[in-house]
């Protein structure tokens, strides 16, 4: 091969990449999806914790039925305690049964939830003996019935609609004796309850008096400005006014209210209102707010419409629910297909204690009554009786105060319920 023919070869060759760089160049159509990908969160920590679906999800209440006897837990962190203790019992001979009636027993637990629980999740609820396979309806209520002959606790799940169950079987004898010794009223454990029986579901609370302690707090801040990271895909090009109150990329918007206390998230531009399932819903919920470990306090389960997928935490403090005026104890979400469309969340959260004074509470045979005889109120639309924690922010000393009351759920809404000078006096519990 002569040097013409090499320097020809060359040039061939040189043309040819030329061409195929050109074509390269003019049909390449870069991919700017990961801009506008709302599932992309940075890695953020605003100073809370990550939580397991497990530790969001209790019962609102226990309650120990002994022939005609009710009884609860004297302080709620005890509840707390037995529900994970049940959680680690072993549960045998699984069913599922198209059964409506609940065994009746002279000797039961029941605990009810505060929302419709997808029967799926027992399996990171309990532990089972194998592998199952839940089906897919709901339920809000389980019962642990006694047989006294077998010594031995029969495990029951109704469905919300009440024609299907779920049943197991825990066997060992000193988990009945340990149940039994639960029954009696006026342990160190167990106290008497009370029973409110005019709607369509029994409602059962503390009987007597309570002494809890009304205390203050340093109210803790979180910086607004980490959930930048945390919610917007591309946080190089969100950009704040003039107060750094509101937030966008141009398409999302986060909004900081109540004087720094409150963050309300909304994605507006969804395509689509698709809903997801309630298992769906619990689990996306709880992995994006542990993506930027957002559990600042104990949150549990509150409330769900999975129809509207929306899905609502309360804050507790010591087993108790706390309530406020100003969405400052609840975390909420709303989801469409698999990207959020609204978050709203507190900037605060309780730090360390202040001060802290004892307040004794009206005895729930005395709420009981009242209600009863209130003349504004509608028996049948009172879904819940519960002592909770009014949370107030104290502007001029930075804290938070925590102050012990009866609440009822009323029509959907938690209510504080006072009583003056005979009248009744309801005020919103604030979700």
Do not use: C
């Not at 091969?1 to 760089?21: A, D, P, R």
């Not at 005890?78 to 045998?92: G, I, N, T």
């Not at 839940?134 to 006294?148: C, G, Q, R, V």
């Not at 141009?250 to 997801?276: F, K, T």
């Amino acid at each position: 091969m002569n040097y013409e023919t090499v320097k020809s070869f060359i040039l061939v060759l040189l043309v040819g990449l030329s061409v195929l760089l050109s074509f390269l160049l003019w049909t390449y159509q870069p991919k700017y999806d990961f801009l506008h990908d709302t599932s992309y969160v940075n890695e953020v920590d605003v100073g809370g914790a990550e939580k397991t679906k497990n530790e969001v999800i209790e019962p609102r209440s226990i309650v120990f039925h002994q022939h005609d006897s009710i009884a609860g837990f004297r302080k709620p962190v005890q509840q707390q305690r037995f529900f994970k203790e049940l959680a680690s019992w072993v549960l045998y001979d699984y069913e599922e049964l198209n059964e409506e009636e609940v065994p009746e027993a002279d000797q039961m637990v029941e605990m009810k939830f505060p929302a419709n629980i997808p029967v799926e999740l027992i399996t990171n609820l309990f532990t089972f003996d194998e592998e199952i396979t839940p089906p897919n309806w709901s339920f809000h209520k389980i019962y642990l019935t006694l047989d006294a002959e077998e010594q031995l606790a029969h495990f029951i799940i109704p469905s919300t609609n009440g024609r299907k169950q779920v049943r197991a079987t825990i066997d060992k004898s000193e988990t009945y004796y340990y149940l039994m010794s639960h029954m009696e009223q006026d342990t160190e454990i167990t106290e008497p309850f009370a029973v409110f029986d005019e709607g369509d579901e029994p409602i059962y609370f503390p009987k007597n008096k309570k002494e809890l302690a009304e205390k203050t707090f340093i109210a803790n801040i979180i910086e607004p400005e980490s959930f930048v990271n945390a919610l917007f895909a591309t946080p190089s090009i969100v950009t704040s006014n003039v107060s750094e109150s509101y937030f966008t990329d141009g398409q999302r918007g986060m909004e900081v209210v109540q004087d720094g206390r409150r963050l309300e998230y909304i994605n507006p531009i969804q395509a689509s209102d698709n809903h997801l399932e309630a298992i769906e819903l619990i689990e996306k919920s709880v992995s994006h707010i542990n993506e930027h470990k957002g559990w600042t306090n104990d949150f549990f389960l509150d409330r769900m419409d999975a129809d509207a997928s929306k899905i609502l935490y309360r804050m507790y403090y010591e087993g108790y629910p706390t309530f406020d005026n100003y969405r400052l104890t609840t975390i909420k979400e709303e989801w469409r297909d698999d990207e959020l469309y609204q978050y709203i969340r507190p900037l605060i959260s309780v730090g360390n204690l202040l001060n802290s004074t004892k307040k004794t509470l009206r005895s729930g045979e005395d709420i009981a009554a009242e209600i009863t005889n209130s003349t504004i109120l509608e028996h049948d639309s009172i879904e819940d009786i519960q002592i909770g924690y009014t949370m107030e922010y104290v502007d001029d000393a930075y804290s938070l105060k925590l102050e012990p009351a009866w609440y009822i759920l009323y029509k959907g809404d938690w209510i504080k319920f006072d009583s003056v000078y005979g009248q009744d006096s309801a005020r919103k519990g604030g979700d």
